[in-house]
């Protein structure tokens, strides 16, 4: 322990004296106050018990005035545009969506503070290994009441938009269940608005510098990215198609396939259909004929890939299912060897910015040869997850 440090908790300690046996001491300053760096000088002084050190009572005077900051409460607008107010340091949360426990890690938060999370996270043995042996709280579609409540957590984390009348619900079970309980609403895979997303979950954990490093870095990253089209007008950029791993499921206006194809520079050919993520008829993609296809893989009958698996043969196997598909062949994208496989490990959830990295690159090939999406994803898994895998090894695009 140092000097400064034991002084420190000697201040605590002598701050906990009767005021009323206290007397004002000299102060420097003659501002009425001690400052910090005033009171440590005289306890160190104390300490070393030299011949101009002053008395144990003098100390304890000196602690009456102390100008240490007091505790503030803090007030944290998460992603539901709720309010929360905050007056002390988190000890122990549940979180029930590991995209919000991928932003802690990128800030630093303490794996300890996590006392329960959900039956995803804890399947997710390789990106999320330090949470194997952490409470298994169920999911939202299913959550174990009982077992939040017996963890007696400061805050639980659900999701702000994704099943929202679900989570409404827990919220609404929980804060009865647990008076003071803190409830927090994030995302954390929305382009538009996970920047903000990560400076208000730092405000909670007080991990603010940590969290202006990460935005910067990932504000940047989308920068790039819009900059490979930014000087193509609009008519001219590349017509994309994306497919979830639901065979013919695409994203709408509503959705945030949209969003990310247009700040890559490209132009969803199934923008002005109904509805968030509609079902089309395969004919139509025929008649649209795409400059860009991407097929998302790594959940559902696609679960090849990604962080957990890394064979390839399987992923090969999909992508020549969809050259086989009928009218394929014709397709300008599959013509142009524009046909890709993409990890929904990186075009979901916080690392939505690598999948969009390789988007630009496959839309603006020559103006985005700089982008080098693998480095990026490299940097933010050694950096800002602390993991050692390199994607090099695992499988998240094809070909």
Not at 50 to 79: I, K
Not at 107 to 114: R, T
Not at 295 to 319: H, M, N, P, Q, R
Request: charged letters at 25%; glycine letters at 6%.
């Amino acid at each position: 322990m140092s000097a400064r440090t034991l002084a420190l908790l000697l201040a605590l300690l002598v701050l906990a004296a009767p005021a009323a046996a206290l007397q004002a001491p000299p102060d420097s300053s003659e501002d009425e106050t001690i400052s910090e760096d005033e009171f440590v000088r005289m306890v160190l002084s104390f300490l070393t018990g030299g011949e101009d050190a002053p008395p144990l009572a003098d100390v304890e005077e000196a602690a009456s005035l102390l100008d240490l900051p007091s505790a503030q409460t803090r007030t944290v607008t998460d992603l539901a545009g709720r309010q929360v107010p905050l007056d002390r340091p988190l000890t122990k949360v549940v979180v029930f969506n590991g995209e919000t426990l991928e932003t802690m890690r990128t800030l630093g938060v303490d794996p300890s503070l996590v006392v329960g999370v959900d039956k995803y996270t804890a399947e997710r043995e390789t990106f999320f290994p330090e949470y194997q042996e952490t409470q298994v709280v169920g999911s939202i579609w299913a959550p174990d009441y009982e077992q939040v409540v017996t963890l007696q957590p400061d805050a639980v984390f659900l999701y702000a938009t994704t099943s929202k009348e679900t989570c409404d619900e827990i919220q609404k079970k929980l804060e009865d269940s647990l008076p003071g309980v803190k409830v927090f609403r994030f995302d954390c895979f929305t382009p538009e608005t996970y920047a903000e997303e990560v400076k208000a979950i730092g405000t909670i954990f007080d991990k603010d510098a940590e969290a202006e490093r990460f935005a910067a870095f990932y504000t940047s990253s989308l920068e790039n990215i819009s900059a490979a089209g930014a000087d193509v007008p609009e008519s001219e950029r590349p017509s994309v198609y994306i497919e979830n791993w639901r065979d013919y499921k695409t994203g709408a206006a509503g959705s945030g396939y949209e969003q990310k194809i247009a700040m890559a520079g490209g132009t969803n050919i199934f923008s002005a259909l109904p509805g968030d993520y509609p079902e089309i008829d395969p004919e139509a993609i025929i008649a649209a004929d795409p400059d860009v296809i991407v097929k998302l893989i790594g959940e559902g009958t696609y679960s090849y890939g990604g962080y957990a698996d890394v064979e390839s043969e399987k992923v090969a196997g999909v992508y020549d299912s969809l050259v086989a598909r009928p009218g394929w062949q014709s397709l300008t994208a599959v013509k142009d060897d524009h046909l890709h496989l993409l990890h929904n490990n990186i075009m979901g959830g916080p690392q939505h910015f690598i999948g969009m990295t390789y988007l630009a690159e496959w839309c603006y090939p020559d103006q985005a040869s700089s982008l080098n999406p693998q480095t990026l994803h490299r940097t933010y898994l050694e950096e800002f997850q602390h993991l050692e895998i390199d994607p090099a090894d695992r499988v998240f695009v094809y070909p």
